[in-house]
């Protein structure tokens, strides 16, 4: 199963997949469109499977760009750079045609942002410490440095793990608190447990950084809880698996 974000797919010559876990060759833990470089799957049923993300959204292979994400708050200019290498941030931006960027996901935010009027793209790799440490304020700088209207913006937010899931601990509270005012918003409490909101605390990101809320498309789906469609880093830990899959979310300008 492939989901869409239907505000950047109606701008034209741009296209956003989300895609699911299934229709690929990986076995065992890792089934079946594991697209994650950095897991222990075999090589070869990697990159096969991206070969099948590639051929499904009419991209060449070589022009389909996927980064060695750390979570960071690092964003590359993609102008500025050739096809040569395995580029090592969480963020990716392009002013050029006929690429198309993929970030890989297993609880994080993956987020797909287009320019619908300059037709400029981007893809984020969004988890709490590159939210917390300004990735997408750094996103935005590379937009308004490339001439882009913050009302042009488009974001979509991919599936990422749902609140009821992500249960912190009063250390990461803290994290979360030193560098944002208004942090309550982002926890619940219940049964003596504390759960972070990563959908909320993305979103609020790009609202205050002037995004209108019409602009902003979630794609509102609980990688944790969702088996059949979704890898999930910490479903593989409660469940003491070795190791954990990586499903790809893909923006293309043809």
């Known amino acids: 199963m492939i989901f869409y974000s239907k505000k950047i797919n109606k701008i034209t010559g741009l296209k956003s997949f989300f895609f699911s876990r299934g229709n690929g060759l990986s076995k065992g833990i890792y089934q079946s469109l594991n697209c994650g470089l950095g897991s222990n799957d075999k090589k070869k049923n990697v990159k096969n499977n991206i070969s099948i993300v590639a051929k499904k959204i009419g991209c060449k292979l070589n022009r389909l760009i996927i980064l060695k994400q750390y979570h960071s708050n690092k964003i590359i200019n993609f102008d500025n750079f050739l096809v040569k290498k395995r580029y090592k941030a969480d963020g990716i931006i392009t ?6 960027f993929g970030i890989l996901t297993a609880d994080c935010v ?13 893809a984020i790799h969004s988890g709490w410490k590159g939210a917390n440490s300004g990735i997408i304020e750094n996103l935005i700088k590379k937009f308004k440095q490339k001439k882009s209207k913050i009302l042009n913006l488009i974001v979509a937010i991919g599936p990422c793990i749902a609140q009821r899931n992500y249960e912190v601990k009063k250390d990461f509270v803290k ?13 619940t409490n219940k ?9 909320l605390f993305v979103n609020d990101k790009f609202l205050k950084l002037g995004i209108p ?3 902003i498309d979630n794609i509102n789906k ?4 969702d088996y059949k469609n979704f890898f999930s880093y910490r479903r593989s830990v409660h469940n003491n698996e070795s190791d954990y899959g990586r ?3 893909v923006i293309c300008r043809y």
């Open 191 to 199: 049964n003596k447990k504390i759960y972070f909101n990563l959908r």
């Open 110 to 122: 993956p987020i797909l942002v287009a320019d619908k009027e300059n037709k400029i793209i981007a």
């Open 247 to 249: 499903c790809i979310s």
């Open 213 to 215: 809320k019409r602009n």
């Open 95 to 100: 002013s050029y045609p006929k690429f198309s």
């Open 222 to 225: 609980d990688t944790y809880s």
């Open 175 to 187: 994290q979360i608190r030193n560098r944002n005012f208004d942090y309550k918003k982002y926890f």
